[in-house]
């Protein structure tokens, strides 16, 4: 089995920096993709920063200049760090990967269980 664990949620005010974590484990080959998505109330959810293909990273117009996604590749880890937070970033978010997995042909997407960043003055 695969679990995802995020970490770093938390309350801030405007003007803030959170960084998030999230590890992943358990029977993995390779992760070909990992990263963030969000979910604000009554919202859909939508990428924040991801790893892609290699070493590419995609952001979302909204956090580019703000959010830097990085990674351990040895512990299967992905960060990300929040700076210059606005009301409009408060959501859940949601550790995504795609990865390959022992004895299996196909690739498998994961999701962590979420976790709250709260801007707020």
């Known amino acids: 089995q695969v679990q995802l664990v995020e970490s770093g949620g938390g309350l801030v005010q405007p003007g803030g920096s959170l960084r998030l974590s999230c590890s992943a484990s358990?029977?993995?080959?390779?992760?070909?993709?990992m990263g963030w998505y969000r979910q604000a109330p009554g919202k859909e959810r939508e990428l924040v920063a991801a790893?892609?293909?290699?070493?590419?990273?995609n952001y979302a117009d909204s956090v580019k200049g703000r959010f830097t996604i990085s990674r351990d590749n040895a512990k299967n880890t992905v960060y990300l760090q929040m700076n210059s937070l606005k009301l409009d970033d408060t959501a859940v978010y949601y550790c995504?990967?795609?990865?390959?997995?022992?004895?299996?042909?196909?690739?498998?997407?994961?999701w962590g269980q979420g976790t709250q960043v709260t801007v707020s003055s």
């Open positions: 995504h990967a795609r990865l390959r997995r022992r004895y299996y042909f196909t690739e498998f997407n994961y």
């Open positions: 358990g029977d993995i080959v390779k992760i070909n993709a």
């Open positions: 790893f892609t293909s290699g070493d590419t990273t």
